[in-house]
């Protein structure tokens, strides 16, 4: 088994190469994972910098000594594949996040689209939020990941018709044939720059929403026969794009 992965804000080490982990992290290394001396574990900055460890000694029930080795630096994967994610009932958005994160999405962006019954306001929208980026975190340390997908702060319709009109390849997830969708398995992918994947709501991508998005340089792609809800389309698409870059290969 690969070793376990968390999280360290400074990866500089103290002499010897000495590093102590602490804080919740720690705390979850040593009375939960309850990992021991001459084990190995990888600690991250959550960017792309990393280092293999050998724990050394434990102190307490939340500090984890280890032996710190060299610092590496692992490089954004081309090309990068945003999802922009509408926003789903319940706890599927977190479902999205966490699914679309083991997979390999570089960021995910949350959409209020027209249809979307949740609506992020107040409080109670920078709550959701926060779950969302600690999910995208917590995904990121269980697949192993050392670069951990960055989720925006949640995005109008228009905004999001911006972002595809910068994109090498802009696909919005539309299932109705009489609309003109094509397959995705078949699209044609760029070898470099950024791959943006709309997932409308439970409702749907309204037709103002389409015609902004094909306005922005956007076509509408389909996956299969089936029609997945949101809270997996996302993730089944990215298992295409990433097959099919090479990315997996």
Same mark, same amino acid.
């Given at each position: 088994m690969t070793a376990p992965v968390f999280v360290a804000e400074d990866l500089a080490a103290g002499p010897g190469g000495r590093y102590v982990l602490d804080g919740p992290e720690g705390r979850h290394a040593v009375s939960v +994972?309850? =990992?021991?001396?001459?084990?190995? #574990? #990888? !600690?991250?900055?959550?960017a792309g910098r990393w280092a293999q460890c050998v724990?050394?000694?434990t102190e307490g029930k939340d500090r984890l000594i280890v032996h710190l080795g060299a610092v590496a630096e692992e490089p954004e994967e081309s090309p990068r594949i945003t999802v922009v994610q509408a926003l789903p009932k319940g706890d599927r958005g977190e479902l999205a996040v966490e699914t679309m994160t083991e997979t390999g999405v570089d960021r995910v962006v949350p959409w209020a689209a027209s249809r979307c019954i949740t609506q992020w306001?107040?409080? %109670?929208? @920078? +709550?959701? =939020?926060? +779950?969302?980026? &600690?999910?995208?975190?917590?995904?990121? +340390?269980?697949?192993? %990941?050392?670069?951990?997908?960055?989720?925006?702060?949640?995005?109008t319709t228009k905004q999001v018709g911006? =972002? !595809?009109a910068t994109a090498e390849l802009a696909a919005v997830l539309h299932e109705d044939r009489a609309y003109g969708s094509e397959p995705l398995a078949t699209a044609e992918l760029p070898a470099s720059g950024e791959i943006v994947l709309v997932v409308g709501p439970e409702?749907?991508? /309204?037709?103002?929403?389409?015609? !902004?998005? /094909?306005? /922005?340089?956007?076509? $509408?792609?389909?996956?299969?026969? /089936?029609? !997945? %809800?949101?809270?997996?389309?996302?993730? $089944?698409?990215? &298992?295409? @794009?990433?097959?099919r870059t090479g990315r997996w290969s």
């Open positions: +994972k309850r =990992l021991r001396a001459g084990e190995d #574990v #990888v !600690l991250t900055d959550g724990v050394t000694d306001k107040g409080d %109670r929208g @920078l +709550k959701a =939020l926060a +779950k969302w980026r &600690a999910t995208a975190r917590e995904a990121g +340390k269980q697949s192993r %990941r050392v670069r951990f997908p960055e989720v925006t702060d949640v995005m911006a =972002l !595809l409702g749907g991508v /309204s037709p103002e929403e389409l015609t !902004l998005f /094909s306005e /922005s340089g956007a076509k $509408a792609y389909r996956l299969g026969r /089936s029609v !997945l %809800r949101t809270s997996t389309a996302g993730t $089944a698409a990215t &298992a295409v @794009l990433l097959g």
